[in-house]
Each structure stands twice: as C-alpha cells, then as structure tokens.
C-alpha cells in the first residue's frame, strides 16, 4: 500500500500538472461515470494530501476523494512536468516492487527536470553515445512520477518491452485495463485503477473526513500537533506497533515506516501505548516528520541514516540497501546480529530486531 510520501507527491504532481486547467472526467470502466459527471469540463483548483488520501478540489465547490488502498494505482501520460519535489524514472512508484523504465539522475540521487518525454530522450542519447546517460536511480521504480501506486503486471510487461526515448504517438493514450476515473486536460492525462476508495464530496464532506484522521506532519508540524500524537498515544493499551498503522492517531505511516520507525527508536512493537515514555513518543513524531520529508523529496523510503556516498548511491538504487529490518526476515540485524524476525501483527507483516527492541 502506497504511504503517506507516495500520496503527498501524488498531490504535487496534480498541483504541477493539472490545478488550474479544465479538466475532463470520464469513467472508462463505467463504475465511476455518475461521479465523473459531476467533475467533468470543471477546473481543478487544488490538490491536497492527507495521509494516505488525497482530495482534489474543482471550481464547482466538489472535491474528488481518492484512497489507493493495495491495489489502487494512478498512470499519469503526456507533459507532465517534474518539479524539486517529483522525480521521473518512468515506472511504478508507491510500491516497492516496481520496476521502472526511464532515468533521471545520477548515482547520488541528483535531480533532472523536464517532461517524461525530455528525460527519456536524454536517457536515449546517452544510450547511443552522442550524451552521457544518466543512471538508473532506483531499480523498483519506487521514484517513479508515470505510475504511482499498486503494480500492474500488464504494465509491468508492457514498460519491460519500452525502449529508452520512446513515447506514446497519440494523445490522448487509449485506457489501459481497468480505469475507474481518468483525468484529462489538453497535455496531461491521469489514469486511476483499482482504489480502495473513489467518491466525489462536498466540502463539509471533505471537512468531515480530515477531521477523522491524526496529525499529517507535512500539512501541520507544529508543537500542538505533535502534542496531539503523543496525548493519543499515552492514552491506549493497544501496542505501539497498532497504534503507529491507526490513521485516526497519525496520518500516513504504513508498513514499512511503521518497521523502521519502531527500530530507530529501539523499541519494542508490542509495547502498550500508555507505557512508552513521553519522550520516546515525540522522538517517534519528530522522526515520522524527518521521513515523511525525506520521502517526499527522494521518492523513496530511505530509513537509513548516516551513510557514506558509496553506501547511498546503493541505497537509492536498491530497496535492500535501503532498510534496517523491512523485508529482512531471518537475516542478521545490522546493529547486533541478531536474525530480524517476521510476525503477522495485526493482519499485516512485522519486521523487527528481538535484541534491539527487546
């Protein structure tokens, strides 16, 4: 499931690329065609994350609500244009499973900026000698700005066969699969598939679903804020590994923040919210603020602090170097030694360090 920094550069790609145009809505799929109605030939005028959702709002006081879940991705196509904060490699991000098929930077993460088209033809000219290509960044796609979300393996498939440089001949491109809702302006079109939640809302509905979840550190970072997390924290004898996946106690950490967050803090995931100390709860706010950052800005969840040039340029090109504990099950724990462990908790996978966090 996409986290917190996969949705909040969603949001940015949508304020770069689509606020402040008229936008066409349709349901290809024909499941969302009523909703799509009641958007379409209206201009966005804002695009806003909150957690694990986003809400983008048109000229006609309707907003649309989308929430990706597992399987929900967003396929954006045409110009669509990078910023500081939106990385293009082509590809899937959201998931760490995904494999793109562009690049854009170097081995330490260095930003170009441009269209999809413009980076991959950068890549293409690099590929046949006339310019020095630009290496992949990140095996998985994970950086990705021309998929965000689930994989698909149709177009996992498809992006396998794509060759550096080449792009689409029409515009708009036909849907692929499924599309519940697709976007379209006169350069740009988004596509979403599969989400666990797609609604149009009113303002006071929208309203009404923020009011529902905690503290997003990338909207409010404040010392009220963070008091808000750790007063909700102190007040619950659910474990501190439940209560950092509860969107009503904080906003956007899923399962992989959720593993590494707890081993930055050394500390144990069955631990009683209202027995971690006050100051290992802020510790935990203040630490979810510097990741969520850090995602955003890298496109990738980067829990590894402290590295050296060479170890970051594997970091970024390699989930596996990435990481303390996610996806490390029964390998040695890089502090102590000691083999990472794996636990359903919660309906959802567990990975932590026994000594560590003992």
Known sequence: MPEGHSVHRIARQFAHNFVGRQVAASSPQGRFAE??????????????????????EFDNELWLRVHLGIY?????AGEITTDATIRSAGGRMGQTNMRGTDAETD??????????????????????????????????GEDSIRSIGAPRRSRLRMAEQEKAGEVDEVFPPEPVGAVRVRLLTDTAVADLRGPTACEVLDTAQVAAVIAKLGPDPLLDDS????????????????????????????????????????????LNPHTPGKLVPTDTARA???????????????????????????????????????????????????????????????????????????
């Open 107 to 140: 081995g330490l993460g260095r930003q170009q900026e441009g269209t999809i088209d413009e980076i991959a033809a950068a890549g293409a000219a690099g590929a046949s000698g006339t310019a020095a290509a630009p290496s992949l960044d990140d095996a998985d």
């Open 223 to 266: 010392p009220e804020a963070e008091h808000r997390f750790v007063d909700a924290v102190a007040k619950k004898a659910t474990p501190i590994g439940l209560l950092l996946m509860d969107q009503s106690v904080v906003s956007g950490i899923g399962n992989v923040y959720r593993a590494e967050m707890l081993f930055r803090a050394r």
């Open 35 to 56: 909703g799509a109605s009641l958007i379409d030939g209206h201009e966005m005028i804002a695009a806003r994350a909150v957690g694990k959702q986003m809400f983008l």
């Open 72 to 76: 929900g991705a967003w396929d954006f």
């Open 284 to 358: 935990l706010w203040r630490d979810w603020v510097y990741l969520l950052d850090l995602g955003v800005r890298t496109g990738q969840m980067l829990t590894m602090d402290g590295l050296d040039d060479e170890a970051y340029a594997a970091a970024m090109a390699n989930r596996a170097d990435r990481h303390w504990v996610y996806k490390r099950e029964g390998l040695p724990c890089r502090v102590c030694g000691t083999n990472i462990v794996l636990e359903e908790f919660g309906n959802r996978k567990l990975y932590w360090c026994p000594k560590d966090q003992a």
